[in-house]
């Protein structure tokens, strides 16, 4: 009886968790959405690039979080199942994937953004435009969307995960296919944010260091740039999401290289769920370190009870709101 009682608020805990994980993920990732199209002041164009990771957290608080409520309900009265057909469970599956490829390929594109900002500053503005931009944005959904589509037709249906409460694409019988998608996401990402933050650091210790440089408006242009708090906000969104899976990451290669499977229902639930918690930390990252983000969260909060928003968004901004 004891040991009924038990399983019953384990599973009624976890299901809590993780209700109360997807009801933060979508709040603040609406909170985030809201804040960057509510402003109209000058923006910088690594905000598009925010914006496209806000909407890939958005899509997992809304679709893969809420069905793992009910199995995990369900985990008390025996083990748990996915109640939603196989076709939803490929579905999801995908989904996962896709979102990860996303959230990798942007990651990439803020650190060549970064870079570009810091390599050409002087020519900054006019290299990283808002539309070109935006285009890789499109390019970069379309892409991993098309990228990811053998995992919705393999022969094996995806595997369901009886501990985590989620079902995972079945990557054991598609191993050729799982190396090359890991060698499109992974190696292009890593190797870019690898090199441009590492560029990046070199230049801030030569800054710090008083190293002269000639050209005195492109000493001022390269100090000015790498004063901007961003480039060290999206250092550690990339450090945070590579922290939050790299214990999921791990124990799946170490389960792979060993044929053995980590007996530890525990351990399962919480490296899968720690990575999925990284949708939620972007906006306290971003609260903590960027002024303009501050800025426009709170004419966002402002203006949702006052109707004059483009009076109160000027005169916030220091503008004259009769221009």
Not at 4 to 18: D, K, M, P, R, V
Request: net charge neutral; proline share 4%.
């Amino acid at each position: 009886m004891q040991h009924l009682f038990n399983e019953n608020i384990e599973a009624l805990t976890q299901a809590s968790l993780i209700f109360i994980l997807g009801v933060v993920i979508i709040l603040s990732n609406l909170i985030v959405i809201a804040t960057f199209i509510n402003f109209r002041g000058p923006q910088e164009v690594i905000n598009i690039y925010l914006l496209s990771l806000a909407f890939a957290d958005l899509i997992c608080g809304l679709v893969i979080v809420p069905l793992s409520i009910y199995p995990a309900l369900q985990s008390a009265d025996g083990e748990s199942k996915w109640v939603y057909g196989s076709i939803m469970c490929r579905i999801t599956g995908y989904i996962e994937v896709t979102l990860f490829s996303i959230s990798m390929y942007t990651f990439m594109w803020i650190s060549v953004d970064r870079y570009l900002a810091v390599r050409k500053p002087l020519r900054y503005e006019t290299v990283q435009t808002k539309t070109r931009c935006q285009c890789w944005m499109c390019f970069t959904w379309v892409s991993a969307g098309m990228l990811c589509l053998p995992s919705l037709w393999t022969e094996k249906d995806p595997t369901f995960d009886k501990y985590a409460y989620i079902c995972v694409p079945n990557w054991n019988h598609m191993a050729a296919y799982s190396i090359t998608l890991c060698i499109l996401v992974l190696g292009p990402s890593v190797i870019s944010i690898v090199y441009n933050y590492g560029y990046i650091f070199s230049m801030m210790r030569k800054i710090k260091s008083g190293v002269a440089i000639h050209d005195k408006e492109y000493a001022t242009a390269l100090a000015e740039n790498l004063a901007n708090p961003s480039h060290v906000m999206s250092f550690l969104l990339v450090f945070l999401f590579t922290l939050s899976w790299s214990p999921y990451i791990g124990i799946r290669i170490y389960q792979e290289i060993t044929g053995q499977e980590i007996d530890n229902p525990l351990l399962h639930f919480g490296v899968v769920w720690v990575g999925i918690l990284n949708s939620f930390w972007k906006i306290i990252i971003m609260s903590m370190m960027s002024s303009q983000f501050r800025l426009a969260l709170r004419i966002f909060f402002l203006t949702i009870c006052c109707r004059t928003q483009g009076r109160l968004q000027a005169e916030i901004l220091g503008l004259d709101p009769d221009d």
